[in-house]
């Protein structure tokens, strides 16, 4: 039987150490194909690469496992990866795992999630995974038998068209993972600020910084999940109309 | 009575001709606030800036006008007008006009779209409009009565929480708009390759390029609108779950 072709990809790029457990994680379900940013992508939502050309580079290529490095972002990487060096669809796309959640509105703001809606996009089944643990040392061990297992059901069942799975682990404690829960994307919202400093011409400079917090009171939502310590599987969707309100703003009589 | 307080930005940069017509369309309904990007930021889709500072630079401040622009994205332009020019919310955020369509899945790559998904995040009412022509010297006078109305239909009527507005105009030609329809986005893709050069020192780069295709059968999505001479207005919605597949993903079994 033809193994899968995995295509893996992330925003923290191809240095960092979850990307490099995902891949291990990964090969023995398929064939891998890596394309990941060769800097640090992350915030990046949904851009592409269109007022610059974009440059990838092979660092390895061996029977079932190739590594390229891409100078654009995680959305460039899985264009390139399908347009340039497969020619073709991949049978799965996984993209992380990411440095921190990727839970509630942050599936917007996340590179690693862009790479996986770029997916549903092609109708390519894809699951973005991120650990709710930003820190550079982080422990990705008891990652491995929830990837192993979502990513297997995927490939066995497939995704609906433009569908993608939004995975996110708790970060490892004392507490063992209490188990995996399908959820929804919970309401929250950044409280942000900016750290106003003059740099030595004494000009203004700004950087943001933000402390999320959370409203949603339901017991169903994927940041309640990841906080009592479940593992959050949440299925994205790339069409954003709110269907609900269609007839309420035909109401309006906007040609008045 | 107060005036409202509006927020205007694009994805087009300061210059950009869209972004002129739009202040001068929205002047008359309150006080302005303009944050563009310095730089064009198209396709930027949701990115932020949060691994380098922004800088900020005033261009113009008299009572009831005031215009910036600013190092990073659009979303980045939402957010620094809110938190250090205003220390407050603004009453609309429109962007654009967007050289372009944010027609169907264009609404996640877009940089005009990031901004007025910004807005719903806050739950600030927001306006993304887009003419459907790419030229630099196209003509926007057909747009101002439609950016009037939904304007101050919106102001009127607020939009709900985490709901923005994705407008679409069709481009000026012989035959006069025929109104105004709320649609859906269309299921459609981009048939993408790449153009392969050599640069001097023979190295590989790569030009993303692609074709728009539209699936979509029906009759009220915002594709067909905007092709058969209708303005197409989407309502937009953060929450990305596709609640339709939770009962089902359940059945997957995903911890055995």
Redesign the interface.
């Given at each position: 039987m033809k193994k899968p072709l995995i295509l893996i990809t992330n925003d923290d790029g191809i240095h960092a150490s979850g990307l490099r457990f995902l891949i291990e994680t990964m090969r023995p379900l398929g064939d891998i194909l890596i394309v990941a940013p060769d800097k640090?992508q992350?915030?990046?939502?949904?851009?592409?690469?269109?007022?610059s050309?974009?440059?990838?580079h092979r660092i390895a290529e061996t029977p079932g496992y190739s590594e390229y490095s891409c100078s654009g972002t995680p959305?460039?990487c899985v264009?390139?990866g399908e347009?340039?060096i497969l020619r073709g669809k991949p049978d799965l796309i996984v993209s992380g795992i990411n440095h921190g959640s990727n839970a509630s509105?942050n599936?917007?703001?996340s590179g690693t999630m862009?790479a996986v809606?770029e997916g549903a996009?092609?109708n390519v089944p894809a699951i973005g995974f991120s650990l709710n643990d930003y820190s550079h040392s982080a422990d990705f061990s008891h990652c491995a038998t929830i990837i192993t297992?979502?990513a297997s059901?995927v490939l066995k069942?497939g995704l609906?068209d433009?569908?993608c799975l939004n995975v996110n682990i708790p970060a490892r404690s004392e507490t063992p993972i209490k188990?995996?829960k399908?959820?929804?994307?919970s309401?929250a919202?950044?409280d942000?600020?900016?750290d106003?400093?003059k740099d030595p011409h004494k000009?203004?400079?700004?950087?943001?910084r933000g402390e999320f917090i959370n409203l949603d009171q339901s017991e169903d939502n994927d940041h309640w999940a990841i906080n009592n310590n479940y593992v959050s599987?949440?299925?994205?969707?790339?069409?954003?109309?709110?269907?609900h309100?269609?007839e309420d703003?035909?109401t309006?009589?906007?040609?008045?």
């Open positions: 640090p992350s915030a990046m939502g949904h851009a592409v690469t269109i007022l050309p974009l440059r990838l959305a460039d264009k390139l347009k340039v509105i599936v917007l703001y862009a809606i996009m092609e297992s979502v059901k069942n609906p433009g569908i188990g995996i399908v959820t929804k994307q309401k919202f950044w942000e600020n900016f106003e400093r000009r203004d400079y700004y950087w943001l599987v949440v299925p994205i969707q790339i069409d954003l109309t709110a269907h309100l269609i703003i035909k309006w009589d906007l040609e008045a």
